[in-house]
């Protein structure tokens, strides 16, 4: 090989070498069903709510996602507060969990309930004087959950979804208070803390609702050091994501606020929802907050969309369940959005490949965002040896 040939090759090689892993830790769907029909409690399996099917997780890990987020109801679950769980519907859980962490991927577990729990026939406000429904009941939950999967280390713990209508000091002593029992039963863990007003990214510094997120939520505390921020961001007009349309969303705007305060604060988050309806103006938005994510990757650890499950339609909004498994007929948001940001991971025979890394690039368990090295950053070194070690062999 002539030396001019031999430069072009070790430039070629260079090119490559620098392509830079993404180091998000965590990218993934919330498979949603088992929340379903919260109005009909305990209601049936297969009639008011479903349970996840491995084909569906399957398919996500296959397209390179290494995260299932997993919401449930609080009142299926335990039935009475301060009893036991409910071993039927604990075993949907833990089916899911098992499966899911048997293919090498990380489950949040979601108690989706709003900080509310429904009490004879009333969705009762968590901690609210009067409710019925106390700060310990929570803690008491926690507690069990943190004891049934502080063997697994690929767990994680959503502390509740969307909490709204309140005070945020009411959310921060309740947070608070799941965070207690979460730790008392020896889970060690990543928890998700989320805020006020629906957990919006793109309020959490407003005051709309009451006392900003941005100023109370900083109060919370973990003896492990272990949690991040929970935010939700969906791109409509009004935030809300039921709207099957999106307007002119720039992340660099919308999110700075937020951004900023992790950053000046020294939190990290997640955003465990947001949705990119099939319409172009979706798929601009979509792409334009995937990059945002992976640009400040400093302080955001990765993302969970919305939504995946069994029982979505075909023209249901903002849905990544392929509308058919057999002939496979995927969604159009997965290739026009998703495949951009996400590595092919296939599985075979429901193993996973030898390699114990994931999809996003973590190792075995949940890292503490506070002090873990990403392995994307020693990749990056060893590329930059490789690539120090190229340039002088093309070159000489």
């Known amino acids: 090989m002539n030396k001019m040939a031999m430069s072009l090759s070790g430039l070629m090689l260079v090119s490559m070498l620098l392509t830079v892993e993404s180091k998000l830790l965590y990218k993934g769907v919330s498979e949603s069903c088992l929340e379903w029909g919260p109005g009909t409690v305990p209601g049936k399996v297969d009639n008011e709510y479903f349970r996840p099917n491995t084909e569906s997780i399957l398919y996500m890990k296959n397209k390179g996602m290494n995260t299932i987020r997993l919401p449930f109801l609080w009142e299926r679950l335990q039935p009475t507060l301060g009893g036991s769980f409910d071993a039927t519907y604990q075993g949907y859980i833990d089916s899911v969990v098992n499966y899911a962490t048997g293919l090498g991927m990380f489950v949040i577990i979601d108690p989706h309930n709003y900080m509310r729990y429904k009490l004879n026939g009333n969705n009762k406000v968590i901690g609210e004087s009067g409710s019925g429904v106390t700060t ?4 008491d939950l926690w507690k069990r959950l943190g004891g049934l999967y502080k063997g697994n280390d690929k767990v994680m713990f959503g502390l509740m979804n969307e909490p709204n209508s309140v005070t945020t000091e009411l959310v921060l002593t309740v947070m608070q208070a799941g965070m207690n029992g979460l730790r008392e039963s020896g889970a060690t863990q990543l928890a998700l803390v989320p805020g006020n007003a629906w957990t919006g990214a793109h309020s959490w510094n407003q005051n709309w609702y009451g006392t900003p997120n941005a100023q109370v939520m900083k109060g919370i505390t973990d003896p492990q050091n272990n ?8 791109f409509d007009n009004d935030y809300s994501g039921t709207q099957g349309t999106c307007k002119t969303f720039d992340s660099s705007v919308v999110l700075k606020d937020v951004t900023d305060w992790l950053r000046t604060n020294k939190f990290k988050g997640l955003v465990g929802e947001f949705g990119v309806p099939d319409v172009e103006s979706c798929y601009t938005a979509g792409l334009n907050f995937l990059q945002f994510m992976e640009d400040n990757s400093d302080v955001y650890v990765g993302w969970t969309a919305w939504a995946a499950g069994p029982k979505w339609g075909a023209n249901d909004i903002q849905v990544l369940e392929p509308t058919s498994f057999n002939p496979l007929t995927e969604r159009p948001s997965f290739n026009r959005v998703f495949s951009q940001y996400l590595t092919d991971t296939p599985v075979v025979s ?19 965002p506070a002090t873990s090295t990403k392995s994307s950053d020693a990749s990056f070194l060893s590329k930059v040896s490789a690539v120090a070690f190229l340039v002088l062999f093309a070159f000489i």
């Open 227 to 234: 949690f991040i921020f929970e935010f939700h961001q969906y």
């Open 136 to 139: 310990d009941h929570f803690k």
């Open 350 to 368: 429901g193993v996973t490949s030898s390699s114990s890394d994931n999809a996003a690039g973590t190792g075995s368990g949940p890292l503490n």
